[in-house]
């Protein structure tokens, strides 16, 4: 019998979790990769197209997409720009999964065109559930396609769950490793730098995710994403502080048993596995070896030095169009940050003060979410 080949598009195919995607695909011939969009990095892309050979293949800006279209002149692939080229891949009618390592809210329109048109999501876009969880979920339960998690946490609760009955959740454990500054206090932050702030002591990960990281605003985000993919209020998602990062998440159930994934931090592992649900397939990479990791740790996140995390929860209880605003201003403030034009705990200060600036719309539409980002994005800019 011959084998089927899972047939992928990936949105983001340069950043970090696209390479890592794209590195599963060369140890796997049965994964076809038919579609790549990426930001600006032409040159990348190109060498992805010579090498995975796509049939369409986006830039976000005209200018890249004209510069990549010249380059790659000697191929048979459609060179697209913009939105209408992500809506165009997202809806590729071949593709079977659609990879959405895209950054930003950009990744929510091509998401909700890709459910549409019955695809699986493998999801590593946090912007499309943290904002759009209430147009997401109930349009992929309407639609029958899965939402398979990437990020490694969510990933270790989806495993976690895995042939349990459904509504028996007591409570999410997530973890977090603490990143560079865990255990320091407030007034030792204040004079952090960007080069201290990525140094992750665990993750190899894009710049702005190794800030969110160290702020704890990515864990808030997570948090915002976990009631989502697993319907669970918010007093039951526990952020537990975990600075070996190899207990990756896990689900308590109502009888009390711990049900948890585990292994090395590497995120090649919640991509694999998204891509191949529910078959496990062999990877190379290092094992956990308990006798060398000795013992584990665990924490109570510490909200008083880092304002992330609580920011996140009083965001997310809010809700409506407060969780894009949490993470619009988020954007604009770790952006004003790697360019050294505010300092490290303004980050967190200039997120508060724009959530208390904001009226909150009870159940935003995609045009009032991007409204609301671009409303965040005025209101950070001007503060600076």
Not at 42 to 56: D, H, S, T, Y
Not at 115 to 139: F, Y
Not at 251 to 257: C, N, P
């Amino acid at each position: 019998m011959k084998e089927h080949v899972k047939k992928i598009a990936i949105l983001g195919s340069t950043g970090s979790i696209g390479t890592q995607t794209l590195e599963i695909v060369r140890a796997n011939p049965d994964l076809r990769v038919l579609a790549l969009a990426a930001g600006e990095n032409v040159e990348l892309m190109e060498k992805q197209i010579r090498e995975f050979g796509p049939v369409i293949a986006g830039m976000w800006s005209a200018e890249a997409a004209g510069k990549l279209r010249s380059r790659v002149a000697d191929l048979p692939v459609k060179v697209v720009a913009g939105m209408e080229g992500l809506l165009e891949i997202a809806s590729l009618p071949a593709a079977e999964v659609l990879v959405t390592a895209i950054v930003g809210m950009i990744g929510i329109r091509p998401t909700i065109a890709a459910i549409k048109a019955g695809k699986d999501i493998a999801l590593a876009n946090k912007e499309t559930l943290v904002c759009a969880g209430h147009i997401i979920i109930p349009l992929a339960r309407e639609c029958g396609v899965s939402i398979l998690p990437v990020d490694s946490e969510h990933s270790a609760i989806f495993q976690s769950l895995n042939g349990e009955p459904e509504n028996r959740i007591e409570k999410i454990l997530l973890t977090a490793s603490g990143g560079p500054f865990r255990g320091k206090k407030r007034e030792e932050l204040a004079g952090m730098r960007v080069e201290d702030a990525l140094k992750h002591p665990n993750w190899s990960m894009g710049r702005k995710i190794t800030i969110d990281s160290s702020t704890l605003v990515n864990k808030g985000l997570e948090v915002m994403e976990a009631k989502w993919l697993f319907g669970v209020e918010l007093d039951r998602i526990q952020v537990i502080i975990h600075p070996q990062s190899i207990l990756h998440s896990a689900v308590q159930y109502v009888d009390g048993a711990i049900m948890a994934q585990l292994g090395m931090p590497d995120m090649k592992l919640p991509i694999q596995y998204a891509l191949y649900y529910p078959d496990r397939r062999p990877m190379e990479g290092r094992r956990v070896d308990f006798f060398d990791l000795a013992q584990m740790t665990f924490e109570k996140p510490d909200t008083d030095s880092f304002a992330g995390l609580e920011l996140a929860y009083r965001a997310a209880r809010a809700g409506g169009s407060m969780p894009t605003v949490f993470n619009a201003a988020n954007e604009k403030a770790v952006e004003l940050f790697l360019d050294r034009k505010i300092s490290y705990l303004e980050i967190t200060d200039l997120i508060g003060q724009c959530m208390e600036a904001h009226r909150v719309i009870p159940n935003p539409n995609v045009d009032e979410i991007l409204a609301a980002e671009r409303e965040a994005h005025e209101f950070i800019m001007s503060r600076k």
